[in-house]
């Protein structure tokens, strides 16, 4: 069964839009991580950021914040001012304790960001 | 320093060849991993080495054989490879902090395979 799922497969946006990827977890573990990982067209997998489920709090790292909430088991992320080196698959990925911390990632949403 | 490096970059080989994949990682981590990621799919666990010692086999054919000579490098020789197994091949590495915690990876820029 997918854990992880992310729903928009291609998102296209002129550039200086607000981009919001979705990503909903499943998984009955107390103690689990969420991860953002950013695929550009070169093929490296760039980590973004790293949540654990205890701590709940919203982050904002420049123009990139992510939204957390356990009651709808949502990890979303949210670019502002989008720009064309955006463009890039972003994968959502679920470590949990009784997978032995495996990553878990989703399917991935690609997105294109036009002048 | 999150830098983790992959060579070949592009790697083309017949069935019958026998090649190898290098990872290298100066950070001192202790935990490295080989992934398969197919053109439009996430990346697929297939090796994970713990302190130099192989800790996970997702039941990957033996065409595909890791080595960890050191806490470095990570090596990922093929054999008898076939045509479906061509894609991007990443490697990862993470600190390794403890039992119970999970590490952050840092992926490599991947080997692109072609099998023909």
């Known amino acids: 069964a997918q854990k992880v799922t992310q729903a928009q497969t291609e998102i296209s946006v002129v550039e200086k839009e607000d981009v919001t990827l979705d990503c909903v977890y499943e998984?009955?573990?107390?103690?689990?991580?969420l991860f953002w990982y950013k695929q550009p067209p070169s093929g490296e997998l760039v980590f973004l950021i790293r949540r654990n489920s205890f701590d709940e709090q919203n982050e904002i790292s420049g123009r990139y914040s992510w939204n957390f909430q356990k009651s709808t088991s949502s990890f979303n992320f949210t670019i502002t001012a989008s720009q064309v080196v955006d463009s890039a698959v972003y994968f959502c990925?679920?470590?949990?304790?009784?997978?032995?911390?495996?990553?878990?990632f989703g399917k991935g949403t690609s997105l294109l960001v036009t002048p | 320093d999150t830098e983790v490096t992959q060579t070949p970059k592009h790697l083309v080989m017949g069935m019958t060849n026998k090649k190898s994949l290098k990872c290298e990682q100066h950070m001192g981590h202790r935990a490295m991993y080989w992934y398969k990621q197919k053109a439009k799919k996430p990346p697929e666990l297939m090796f994970v080495?713990?302190?130099?010692?192989?800790?996970i086999n997702e039941s990957v054919p033996s065409r595909f054989s890791p080595e960890c000579p050191n806490s470095s490098l990570l090596n990922l020789h093929l054999h008898a490879l076939q045509p479906e197994d061509s894609a991007l091949y990443l490697c990862a590495s993470s600190p390794k902090v403890g039992e119970g915690v999970p590490d952050t990876q840092y992926f490599g820029p991947g080997t692109r395979l072609t099998v023909l």
């Open positions: 998984t009955r573990d107390t103690t689990y991580y």
């Open positions: 990925a679920l470590s949990e304790a009784n997978s032995g911390y495996a990553l878990n």
């Open positions: 080495y713990s302190y130099e010692k192989l800790s």
